[in-house]
């Protein structure tokens, strides 16, 4: 039964991840087109991030409270409304209205899609399947970067027809959403679960609880964050086709090498990470490997391809290993909340970022004309991801030391 469920949840995650990759593809026709400036452009993905800042630490506290079925749905839902909005018109403060809607309900979707992992399989392979769901979700990414491909005749008939396609996808998660909470209610599983621990009521003090490691890991799930999803999801595709002269097909597909690998090493990262109990060391891995991807591609010849799979192994690496490290440093029934805390600053961080990213993209002039002016771009999202991997090596320490508050022993 529980790889049904997971099925269910992980078929909507592809859905829900390819309404937010599909901005990338469509960037450079929103700048032509509809004459949106990078800042513009990245504001769109920076309001996804927004009201997450807030909402998401009250979503993980709402998941834990009433359940990943029916908040999963719910969330759902306004993703859908969102992805609706962002389609209908050109107008861009239209267009940044449906993002925000899209960001309320997606981060704590993600959540509640996460805690399912830990309702249905909260003793063994907990690791696997959290990273199957994320390997679905990646597909859903991938799928976003080659539509160019697949979809040609939709891009051909402009800006618009691709993002209608993304809110049809948005509501095929949404009916997935609702027949998993279905699901749930008919097994009772959560139930089940529930009367296997004491009552809890989630709290804010729920976070003062949490211990070192847990705080090392938030900086690096900010930091880590920021970088990767305000490049690859925002101006990859863009910076591939001004500042290395690349048609659009080709573009998407090269960004489509990042998911290309992701979908197949994730789920084997997660599978060796639950047999190894190793995760800060394989954490550590896969945040050096992030810089050092963005600093072939800016400014190695023929670096493009290489930066990109490298990329495409630290976007198994890190998220594998991340979320179930989460449920082995705080208890079970504040997953939820830990989660929530860890979104919420993790989507400041990738709002920021995005505004930085197309700051520095508008002041510097990057074009076709100028590629030079992708550098200082180039050079920040080098910088915080470098800051990342620090803080993966002061996680590694923290639990070589047995520091932390887990439930279990701390991974080391």
Same mark, same amino acid.
């Given at each position: 039964?529980?790889?049904?469920?997971?099925?269910?949840?992980?078929?909507?995650?592809?859905?829900?991840?390819?309404?937010?990759?599909?901005?990338?593809?469509?960037?450079?026709?929103?700048?032509?087109?509809?004459?949106?400036?990078?800042?513009?452009?990245?504001?769109?993905?920076?309001?996804?991030?927004?009201?997450?800042?807030?909402?998401?630490?009250?979503?993980?506290?709402?998941?834990?409270?009433?359940?990943?079925?029916?908040?999963?749905?719910?969330?759902?839902?306004?993703?859908?409304?969102?992805?609706?909005?962002?389609?209908?018109?050109?107008?861009?403060?239209?267009?940044?209205?449906?993002?925000?809607?899209?960001?309320?309900?997606?981060?704590?979707?993600?959540?509640?899609?996460?805690?399912?992992?830990?309702?249905?399989?909260?003793?063994?392979?907990?690791?696997?399947?959290?990273?199957?769901?994320?390997?679905?979700?990646?597909?859903?990414?991938?799928?976003?970067?080659?539509?160019?491909?697949?979809?040609?005749?939709?891009?051909?008939?402009?800006?618009?027809?691709? /993002?209608?396609?993304?809110? #049809? +996808?948005?509501?095929? @998660? !949404?009916?997935?959403?609702? %027949?998993?909470? =279905?699901?749930?209610?008919?097994?009772?599983?959560?139930?089940?679960?529930?009367?296997?621990?004491?009552?809890?009521?989630?709290?804010?003090?729920?976070?003062?609880?949490?211990?070192?490691?847990?705080?090392?890991?938030?900086?690096?799930?900010?930091?880590?964050?920021?970088?990767?999803?305000?490049?690859?999801?925002?101006?990859?595709?863009?910076?591939?086709?001004?500042?290395?002269?690349?048609?659009?097909?080709?573009?998407?597909?090269?960004?489509?090498?990042?998911?290309?690998?992701?979908?197949?090493?994730?789920?084997?990262?997660?599978?060796?990470?639950?047999?190894?109990?190793?995760?800060?060391?394989?954490?550590?891995?896969?945040?050096?490997?992030?810089?050092?991807?963005?600093?072939?591609?800016?400014?190695?010849?023929?670096? /493009?391809?290489?930066?990109? #799979? +490298?990329?495409?192994? @630290? !976007?198994?690496?890190?998220? %594998?290993?991340? =979320?179930?490290?989460?449920?082995?440093?705080?208890?079970?029934?504040?997953?939820?909340?830990?989660?929530?805390?860890?979104?919420?600053?993790?989507?400041?961080?990738?709002?920021?970022?995005?505004?930085?990213?197309?700051?520095?993209?508008?002041?510097?002039?990057?074009?076709?004309?100028?590629?030079?002016?992708?550098?200082?771009?180039?050079?920040?999202?080098?910088?915080?991801?470098?800051?990342?991997?620090?803080?993966?090596?002061?996680?590694?320490?923290?639990?070589?030391?047995?520091?932390?508050?887990?439930?279990?022993?701390?991974?080391?």
């Amino acid at each position: 039964m529980g790889w049904c469920a997971l099925a269910l949840t992980s078929l909507a995650l592809f859905g829900n991840f390819y309404v937010y990759d599909s901005i990338a593809p469509v960037a450079e026709m929103l700048a032509t087109q509809l004459g949106y400036s990078d800042t513009q452009i990245g504001t769109l993905n920076a309001i996804y991030s927004l009201p997450n800042v807030v909402m998401v630490l009250v979503g993980g506290m709402l998941v834990d409270r009433y359940g990943v079925g029916r908040m999963g749905t719910i969330t759902a839902a306004i993703c859908l409304v969102g992805a609706i909005l962002t389609a209908a018109s050109p107008d861009f403060y239209v267009m940044a209205a449906g993002r925000l809607f899209f960001g309320i309900g997606a981060e704590t979707f993600n959540i509640a899609t996460l805690s399912a992992a830990t309702l249905w399989f909260p003793l063994h392979n907990t690791a696997l399947a959290m990273a199957v769901g994320i390997a679905f979700g990646r597909a859903g990414s991938l799928a976003a970067d080659l539509s160019p491909t697949w979809a040609a005749s939709v891009y051909a008939q402009g800006w618009q027809a691709p /993002l209608v396609l993304a809110a #049809v +996808l948005a509501a095929t @998660s !949404f009916v997935l959403m609702a %027949a998993y909470w =279905w699901f749930e209610r008919r097994t009772g599983v959560a139930e089940l679960r529930s009367s296997s621990h004491p009552e809890h009521r989630p709290s804010w003090r729920d976070v003062l609880a949490f211990g070192r490691p847990y705080w090392y890991l938030l900086v690096l799930c900010v930091l880590w964050y920021a970088v990767i999803l305000a490049f690859r999801s925002t101006f990859a595709i863009k910076y591939f086709q001004q500042a290395h002269a690349m048609p659009l097909a080709e573009a998407g597909q090269v960004v489509s090498l990042v998911f290309g690998s992701a979908l197949i090493t994730t789920p084997i990262f997660g599978w060796i990470s639950d047999r190894t109990g190793r995760y800060s060391i394989f954490l550590a891995f896969g945040a050096l490997l992030l810089p050092v991807a963005l600093a072939a591609m800016a400014f190695a010849d023929g670096g /493009l391809r290489a930066g990109t #799979v +490298l990329t495409g192994i @630290s !976007f198994s690496v890190v998220p %594998a290993v991340m =979320w179930p490290m989460v449920s082995r440093l705080v208890e079970p029934k504040r997953f939820g909340t830990a989660n929530g805390m860890m979104w919420v600053i993790q989507n400041g961080g990738i709002a920021a970022a995005n505004f930085v990213a197309g700051w520095l993209n508008d002041k510097y002039g990057a074009s076709a004309a100028n590629p030079a002016g992708y550098e200082p771009m180039m050079l920040f999202f080098i910088t915080v991801s470098s800051l990342g991997f620090l803080f993966a090596l002061l996680l590694w320490r923290s639990a070589r030391a047995g520091e932390g508050r887990a439930p279990a022993p701390l991974p080391g």
